[in-house]
């Protein structure tokens, strides 16, 4: 029987191959989902079928059969990853690369950002990144809609929230970001495996 969880749960599967991130990620959304919905070695292997998957008016997607399990995908490099809870949720993750972090955060980066960035080397460029995109993605509104418009960082760092919504970043590797944004963060699991 599928009931309501308390917490959110971060789903990480490593990619063997990195075309995978397109062809792979009906199975490992409704491996995620059957996992948090039913429980590890529970009922959930065999309901992973069940995971139909639709969008909103703003392009969000959502499990019609289930309204209260929310989900938010990212992935990046060699890792795909899925947040899932009884709330919104949103997720990102961002592999650091090389790139113009300078030219990218003065163009699309909200001026507070910018100037946080610059005392500091761009060096936590992809933690903004992440950040942001994982704010986007809990709001539906995607990265098109006055991604500057908002701030993630101030002069003294990262934001713990935007709008009163929470960001958590989340420890993962040294060459990628993770965060997390949701109304409300308090127990997160994560859980990674080889896919």
């Known amino acids: ?97 090389k790139g113009r972090r300078e030219h990218i955060s003065k163009r699309f980066f909200h001026p507070l950002e910018n100037e946080y960035l610059k005392k500091n080397n761009y060096r936590d460029f992809f933690d903004v990144w992440a950040a942001k995109e994982s704010y986007v993605k809990f709001t539906g509104s995607g990265i098109g809609e006055d991604f500057g418009g908002f701030s993630a960082a101030s002069e003294d760092g990262l934001a713990k929230e935007i709008n009163g919504i929470q960001l958590r970043s989340i420890p993962f590797s040294p060459d990628y970001s993770l965060c997390l944004c949701a109304k409300e963060i308090q127990n997160v699991s994560l859980y990674y495996e080889n896919a």
């Open 1 to 97: 029987m599928m009931e309501k969880k308390e917490g959110i749960a971060v789903y990480i599967y490593r990619m063997q191959d990195k075309r995978d991130d397109k062809s792979q990620s009906p199975l490992f959304l409704s491996r995620a989902a059957a996992r948090y919905a039913f429980g590890e070695g529970g009922e959930g292997t065999s309901k992973e079928a069940s995971f139909r998957v639709e969008k909103g008016l703003r392009g969000k997607p959502y499990f019609p059969e289930y309204p209260w399990l929310h989900f938010s995908i990212s992935h990046s490099g060699d890792f795909w990853a899925c947040a899932m809870a009884a709330q919104e949720v949103g997720l990102d993750l961002q592999q650091h690369t």
